[in-house]
């Protein structure tokens, strides 16, 4: 049913046969020189490249100041507790995301609480939120708190689903008003600006991810940022194992993390970070060329950036008319090796958040079931 699907994505990834990945990293720049570098030096641990790398990130986002970390996900549960996530409090975020988003709000040793998404940028609505909030809670001298449960609901993160910016500038405004943090979940997003302004720079805090899949990779690796020198001294201190600094003596001030990035993947993640410009071009030259296929196609659309926002490109993404023809869509393209894949199943259905505090969910629950992700690595040599 769908052969000219598989046909226009051969021959845009030029592979008539083999398969085509959902989303390759690029090494085509200093990659190996830096790694080298490091390798020679012998700093793999900690070194140069790390702070190199966290000044670069300030660059590239506009943000003051920038924490590196072993992964997006201890970047974010970094970034909770430096907002002043407690156990027992409450966290709103998003049912439509990566699990890893919960799963660092119970690091915490928070609950998740989800409030539903806006169907155009398919991150959170601050309408939805906005009502959530004024029928659900009220606000007193220990901050937002929760009519249900009694709970303190300290932090709200937002996501920027696959680079798609979310009306972030709204929800933290809305948040303003409740004494609620916002963390933005920008593991997604860099490079994508929402009103001019970067991803990951609205809230107190932001964080990125540098996993294998996503725009810019250091294998492993992530990043929180603020405009809190405070905020970012108390980051490095608590990834670091919260060693006070000393020249011999090993002393801890507090429990800390060893979550910070090797010296290796900030290598890595450096020469990722200096293509970024590049990658961002050659992702829009792609998703002009599946705008362009998917015009053609009733009962699919091509999904488009949100208003006032300029986009990554990170994943392409359609949507389907049902739930019945994606599957079907899906299971044509895994078969002929076309590595397309649906959109996550909402985290408050897995059984760890099943009992979680959820909003009306209408619209992250068509979309569960309609959007999928294309093949969107950068084509080599194209
Ligand atoms: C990738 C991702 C993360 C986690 O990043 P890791 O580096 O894999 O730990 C968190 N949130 C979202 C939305 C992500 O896509």
Redesign the pocket.
């Known amino acids: 049913m769908f052969e000219n699907v598989v046909a226009f994505i051969r021959e845009l990834y030029n592979k008539p046969s083999g398969v085509i990945a959902l989303h390759e990293p690029c090494m085509c720049g200093n990659e190996k020189k830096y790694v080298m570098d490091v390798i020679e030096s012998s700093c793999v641990s900690s070194g140069e490249y790390v702070n190199s790398f966290e000044k670069k990130i300030c660059e590239v986002t506009g943000a003051g100041y920038a924490v590196s970390t072993v992964?997006?996900?201890?970047a974010?549960h970094t970034a909770l507790l430096l907002a002043g996530v407690r156990p027992n409090d409450e966290v709103i975020t998003q049912p439509l995301?990566?699990i890893?988003?919960v799963n660092a709000v119970s690091y915490s040793q928070a609950h998740p609480v989800f409030i539903d998404v806006t169907m155009d940028s398919m991150g959170l609505s601050p309408d939805k939120l906005e009502e959530f909030l004024k029928v659900n809670t009220k606000v007193s001298s220990e901050g937002c708190v929760n009519l249900k449960t009694g709970r303190t609901i300290k932090a709200c993160v937002p996501?920027h689903t696959f680079g798609f910016p979310c009306r972030i500038d709204e929800i933290v405004s809305i948040c303003r008003k409740y004494h609620i943090q916002v963390v933005e979940?920008a593991?997604?997003s860099l490079g994508s600006l929402y009103k001019d302004k970067h991803t990951g720079t609205f809230g107190r805090l932001g964080i990125f991810?540098?996993?294998g899949n996503?725009i810019a990779t250091s294998g492993?690796?992530?990043c929180i940022i603020t405009d809190d020198d405070e905020l970012a001294a108390k980051g490095k201190h608590l990834t670091t194992t919260a060693k006070v600094p000393h020249s011999w003596e090993y002393h801890h001030d507090t429990v800390g993390y060893n979550y910070s990035m090797p010296n290796l993947c900030a290598a890595l993640a450096y020469a990722q970070l200096e293509q970024l410009p590049d990658f961002i071009r050659q992702k829009k030259d792609l998703a002009n060329r599946y705008r362009g296929f998917f015009r053609e196609m009733k009962d699919i659309e091509f999904v488009e950036g949100p208003v006032n926002s300029s986009l990554n490109y990170w994943l392409n993404a359609i949507k389907f008319s049902s739930k019945e023809l994606r599957d079907t869509f899906l299971r044509e393209m895994n078969d002929n090796g076309i590595l397309a894949r649906p959109v996550w199943s909402l985290t408050n259905k897995m059984p760890m958040y099943a009992h979680c505090q959820v909003s009306d969910l209408t619209n992250a629950e068509a979309l569960e079931n309609e959007i999928v992700n294309l093949p969107s690595s950068i084509i080599k040599n194209g």
């Open positions: 992964n997006g996900t201890a974010l995301t990566f890893a988003t996501m979940d593991a997604e991810s540098f996993n996503k492993g690796g992530g």
